[in-house]
T-cell receptor
Framework: ETGVTQTPRHLVMGMTNKKSLKCEQH?????MYWYKQSAKKPLELMFV???????ENNSVPSRFSPECPNSSHLFLHLHTLQPEDSALYLC????????????FGPGTRLTVL | GENVEQHPSTLSVQEGDSAVIKCTYS??????FPWYKQELGKRPQLIID?????GEKKDQRIAVTLNKTAKHFSLHITETQPEDSAVYFC????????????FGKGTRLSVIA
């Protein structure tokens, strides 16, 4: 399944590093999302973008900064993260109807040392 | 906003037996209810969905039922096999348009051979 891709697949970073996660969808979708998946909160919605505009920010700390330059690409910029931010970060996308299928990317496994 | 409760959090069944996972949702306006399966180390993938205009849908060994009056829906897996072992997530969507799914907390299903 290559409709939604994410890079890198694995990332290890120190608390003082700055890194970025990338998501790309090849499905012509208009909505893209970032989720955080950890043992405590299995699928925690972080950010929502519709037609490149951020429409939802679920009280995410400012050390996470999203960017959506166009409908096909979504980034998550990371800086001064904490060890508790270690998790699987999943990107997802959907067309533009409430009953359209939401597709997930493979995720980036992030470890913060 | 929408809230989805999922039970049980873990479920173990013998191979060949049936498994049932139940979810309840809070918003009566929700009209789309998908189920995702996430195998270890992989992305969540849609396995079946149901829309509010039907009460049941079946696809081979998997079926989903919806009770709109009671605001609950269930996943039924018959003749379980070891490869059915995974985490299953239910979800619901409230608004029309580009809103993301609201997920339950997942059920870890183990099928014992």
């Amino acid at each position: 399944e290559t409709g939604v891709t994410q890079t890198p697949r694995h990332l290890v970073m120190g608390m003082t590093n700055k890194k970025s996660l990338k998501c790309e969808q090849h499905l012509g979708h208009n909505a893209m999302y970032w989720y955080k998946q950890s043992a405590k909160k299995p699928l925690e919605l972080m950010f929502v973008y519709n037609f490149k505009e951020q429409t939802e920010n679920n009280s995410v700390p400012s050390r996470f900064s999203p960017e959506c330059p166009n409908s096909s690409h979504l980034f998550l910029h990371l800086h001064t993260l904490q060890p508790e931010d270690s998790a699987l970060y999943l990107c997802a996308s959907k067309r533009d109807s409430s009953t359209d299928t939401q597709y997930f990317g493979p995720g980036t496994r992030l470890t913060v040392l | 906003g929408e809230n989805v409760e999922q039970h049980p959090s873990t479920l173990s069944v013998q191979e060949g037996d049936s498994a049932v996972i139940k979810c309840t949702y809070s918003d009566s306006a929700s009209n789309y209810f998908p189920w995702y399966k996430q195998e270890l180390g992989k992305r969540p993938q849609l396995i079946i969905d149901i829309r509010s205009n039907v009460g049941e849908k079946k696809d081979q060994r998997i079926a989903v039922t919806l009770n709109k009056t009671a605001k609950h829906f269930s996943l039924h897996i018959t003749e379980t096999q070891p490869e059915d072992s995974a985490v299953y997530f239910c979800a619901a969507i409230f608004y029309s348009g580009n809103t993301p799914l609201v997920f339950g907390k997942g059920t870890r299903l183990s099928v014992i051979a």
